[in-house]
């Protein structure tokens, strides 16, 4: 294939692909908003859900339409002269395994013209429609606490109960991380793998949180928890119990323009946990808590 014609495909190949299950579509239809999605996934986290059907990607409502069939999709899927199904999932396991952080660089130079992040180092406007992102974080250890450690090939924050001097100038007396990222405008997300911990929160706090605070209990810090076998939000010290068994995965989800922080089960076909109103203007900045008194650790999947 020409170079050309092979960077055709593997774009054709990567918007074949369901962002609730990440899988080829099976089944695909197409919401009044316009986005896609396989059939049984898109109904199962409709299920699962008690609020208002919408759409998963954008958060418009779709409750008074119905699930269409995309037979184009579906055609494209089942190209024969190209291998139909099984040559797309062949074509989209050879993209994935690419340098995934050249593909990070690519993606935040490509939409930087429309939609910017701040950080410590770069103050750059954000313009008043930015696209939807998913970030991947990144951080500094005078950004976290002494008893915690980054392992970058992994993007694995984890504990070391015994190490009390990994760094002397951490950010936190408290076992948790700020990342470097400070987003001031725009929908974002992230997702944490929480497999590994049996304590941690997940959140975002102004950059005003102070070394003494901990996550969620202050006006300015919000956060999804799991502690004590339970799972609750946290804001200004307020709990509030979340019904649900210990996710081993969360989607953190910042819609900067309408003001909403949501939290969301990667394993329950994006289930949404808990949602808050935050301010519009911001600025926020991802903050993580880890129980320190024994070996925990959150994982940041590459994007």
């Not at 339409?65 to 055609?75: A, G, H, I, Q, R």
């Not at 099984?86 to 994935?96: F, G, M, N, S």
Request: aromatic letters at 10%; one cysteine or more.
């Amino acid at each position: 294939m020409s170079l050309l014609y092979e960077d055709i495909v593997k774009f054709v190949a990567n918007n074949l692909k369901c962002s609730i299950c990440m899988e080829i579509f099976t089944k695909p239809v197409t919401l009044v908003c316009g986005h896609n999605y396989c059939q049984k996934c898109i109904n199962a986290c409709w299920a699962k859900s008690s609020a208002r059907r919408d759409c998963p990607h954008c958060r418009a409502d779709v409750s008074s339409s119905k699930l269409e069939m995309n037979f184009t999709l579906c055609d494209i899927l089942e190209l024969q002269d190209l291998g139909g199904r099984e040559k797309w999932e062949q074509i989209l396991a050879e993209t994935d395994q690419a340098d995934q952080t050249q593909h990070a660089r690519t993606t935040v130079t490509k939409v930087a013209s429309s939609w910017t992040y701040q950080t410590r180092s770069n103050h750059i406007l954000a313009p008043p429609h930015p696209p939807t992102i998913r970030f991947s974080l990144s951080f500094s250890p005078q950004l976290g606490n002494k008893r915690l450690v980054f392992h970058t090939e992994s993007r694995r924050v984890e504990t070391q109960p015994g190490n009390q001097a990994r760094t002397s100038h951490g950010r936190f007396d408290a076992c948790q991380w700020m990342a470097e990222q400070e987003f001031r405008g725009g929908w974002v997300y992230w997702d944490v793998d929480t497999t590994f911990s049996t304590g941690w929160a997940v959140g975002v706090a102004n950059p005003s949180l102070k070394r003494s605070e901990r996550l969620g209990r202050t006006p300015s810090s919000w956060c999804l928890e799991w502690s004590s076998g339970q799972l609750s939000a946290w804001h200004n010290n307020i709990k509030t119990s979340v019904k649900h068994s210990i996710p081993n995965g969360i989607r953190v989800i910042l819609d900067m323009p309408k003001g909403q922080l949501s939290f969301q089960s990667l394993r329950d076909s994006l289930l949404e946990l808990h949602s808050f109103q935050v301010d519009s203007s911001g600025p926020f900045i991802p903050v993580f808590w880890l129980y320190g008194l024994s070996h925990n650790a959150l994982t940041f999947p590459r994007h």
